[in-house]
């Protein structure tokens, strides 16, 4: 059982007695605002302006969602949007976010469609696994929440954004624990709360290590409930427009089909979450497979602004062996009840509940300045000491908490409450994205977003357990507001994608690819012509653009 490491894991094994009774490593600020500029990913300048679109020439983007902003669209020159469905409120995405809207319409007597490039419940939502945030003690209250949540967003939250977030916490959980999310309680009934990273109190609820799926299983069964017409497999390709900026529905991709699908609609939710799959200077991913910032792509040609999409979530604690299961997820919940972070030498080198960019950035440090554990597969990482919570908690914690990690892991022959696990940053959440107001509304009539295609909320570092709660506030939130604001039907047609198109015909390097990329290995998207029976592809062009570049290795780089 990693044998590779015998010499490594026993100065670990060795050392565990004393260090649980230590108190953590302590940062001056000086020192975390270091480790960030010289090693977490967003401040190594690996980001530039783009030539085109609403943010042209000032906000800065990574490389490879600059080049996707940059892309033309997959649908073809000359498609005319003839109007397959006509409905009310049109929403993407069927994750948490797009499944609270379509609950919360459900008994306005609008006719709502739900588009979902996989099925429903496909999503980022499903892969998070600590927990919820909401103030619910007598020791914490909203103001708290919303301090915590500031401070660790680096001052750059929208605050109107966080207090609507902090305020609707408590209700939130009711609504879902009356929908029948099985929250963890202690002996008494109570819920039981777990501390997060920057969090001054425990604050976070949790369905032992699945608590995202929990949340998205009663969602799911919730809307399905629902008079709302489901659209699986269709991906949103573009948003439609009245021609004077206002969003008036969006063309879908069938994917059974190939069919391109026209639909009409008077309000559309944008909720198609973020965008880890494009996996940033090549760091694996945590994300779900549809990540791949196709609301971003949308919303920015109709002439959105996205704001902090130069800042992503790293979270430190990705899974780094075995090579199965690199980038996925072991909850910072396991840091929270006691696991520490300890380079080769079995050493202590940070406070594991500090937030998780300045973590990111001592755990990248510490493998660049090769204190780090290699792995057979030429990654490598720091351990994450789990058998250290059997001896803080008693034999038989990491079952009873977190099944959903031993399951994953002892299919391989590792079981966490013996052998300390082995992790790097994956990339993980995307803190920016398109501006909305308190309401869920963008820049533009007509759309309407919320959850992780959002920007402003989070700042520049989100904590966690609030990306759960954003989904079911400002699902719901947006729902509501286009109750009461929903426009008049009007003519659904192609000229803002026609103005962008113009646009990147006047810029001097456009992207050889088409965007949004919808899967993380393009697939060849064939479209046919809404209405017509030919299988055969009409944009051929289209399919040559959609070719995906292998990422570089960045632990193969800084291993060296
Ligand atoms: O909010 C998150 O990102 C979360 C709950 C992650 C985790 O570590 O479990």
């Given at each position: 059982m990693m044998d590779w490491a015998q010499d490594s894991l026993e100065k670990v094994a060795l050392s565990r007695q004393a260090r649980a009774e230590q108190p953590p490593p302590k940062l001056t600020d000086e020192e975390s605002e270091a480790l960030l500029n010289e090693f977490h990913p967003d401040y190594l300048g690996m980001e530039r302006t783009v030539n085109v679109g609403p943010n042209a020439g000032t906000q800065k983007f990574p490389l490879e969602l600059a080049e996707l902003l940059e892309s033309d669209s997959p649908v073809p020159q000359g498609f005319e949007p003839a109007i397959d469905i006509t409905t009310d409120v049109l929403i993407l995405g069927g994750g948490g976010a797009g499944a609270a809207a379509a609950l919360t319409l459900a008994e306005s007597g609008l006719n709502v469609h739900l588009a979902t490039k996989l099925r429903l419940g496909d999503a980022n939502t499903v892969m998070a696994e600590g927990g919820i945030q909401a103030a619910l003690t007598d020791q914490d209250s909203t103001r708290r929440h919303f301090a915590d949540s500031y401070v660790g967003g680096h001052g750059n939250n929208d605050p109107e954004l966080l207090r609507v977030l902090c305020e609707y916490g408590p209700e939130s959980i009711l609504w879902l624990s009356r929908l029948g999310c099985l929250f963890d309680q202690n002996e008494d009934g109570t819920f039981r709360l777990r501390r997060g990273g920057?969090?001054?109190?425990?604050?976070v609820l949790a369905c032992r290590d699945y608590t995202g799926l929990e949340i998205m299983r009663v969602l799911k069964d919730a809307v399905l409930l629902t008079p709302t017409k489901i659209l699986e497999n269709h991906s949103a390709v573009e948003l439609l427009d009245d021609g004077e900026g206002q969003i008036t529905g969006a063309v879908l991709w069938d994917r059974a089909s190939g069919k391109l699908v026209s639909v009409s609609a008077r309000a559309v939710i944008l909720a198609t979450g973020g965008s880890g799959q494009l996996r940033l200077q090549g760091f694996p991913t945590s994300n779900h497979l549809g990540a791949t910032g196709d609301g971003l792509i949308l919303a920015y040609r109709q002439g959105c602004q996205l704001i902090h999409t130069d800042s992503y979530q790293y979270h430190p604690s990705g899974s780094c062996y075995p090579e199965a299961l690199a980038g996925q997820l072991v909850t910072e919940s396991i840091r929270a009840i006691g696991a520490q972070v300890l380079n080769v030498h079995g050493e202590r080198f940070i406070d594991?509940?500090?937030t998780r960019d300045v973590l990111a950035g001592a755990i990248i440090k510490e493998v660049a300045q090769n204190r780090g554990v290699p792995t057979p597969t030429h990654r490598a990482g720091v351990w994450l000491d789990t058998p250290l919570i059997e001896l803080i908690n008693g034999e038989g914690t990491l079952r009873r908490q977190f099944p959903g990690i031993i399951h994953r892991f002892e299919r391989y022959g590792i079981d966490p409450a013996k052998h300390p696990l082995l992790v790097y940053p994956t990339l993980h959440y995307q803190n920016g994205g398109i501006r909305i107001d308190a309401f869920g509304q963008t820049d533009l009539q007509g759309l309407w977003a919320a959850g992780e295609v959002t920007g402003g909320l989070h700042g520049t570092n989100r904590l966690m357990g609030n990306s759960l709660l954003d989904i079911t506030v400002f699902g719901r939130r947006a729902a509501e507001s286009v109750m009461e604001k929903i426009p008049e039907r009007q003519e659904a047609t192609l000229v803002g994608l026609k103005k962008f198109r113009e646009g990147l015909h006047e810029?001097?390097?456009?992207?050889p690819r088409t965007a949004p990329l919808l899967f993380p290995v393009a697939s060849?998207?064939?479209?046919?012509?809404?209405?017509?029976?030919?299988?055969?592809?009409?944009n051929e062009a289209s399919e040559e653009k959609t070719q995906f570049r292998e990422p570089p290795d960045p632990f193969g780089r800084r291993m060296g």
């Open positions: 920057g969090t001054s109190v425990p604050r594991e509940m500090i810029i001097q390097h456009p992207s060849k998207m064939k479209f046919q012509l809404s209405g017509e029976a030919s299988g055969e592809s009409t």
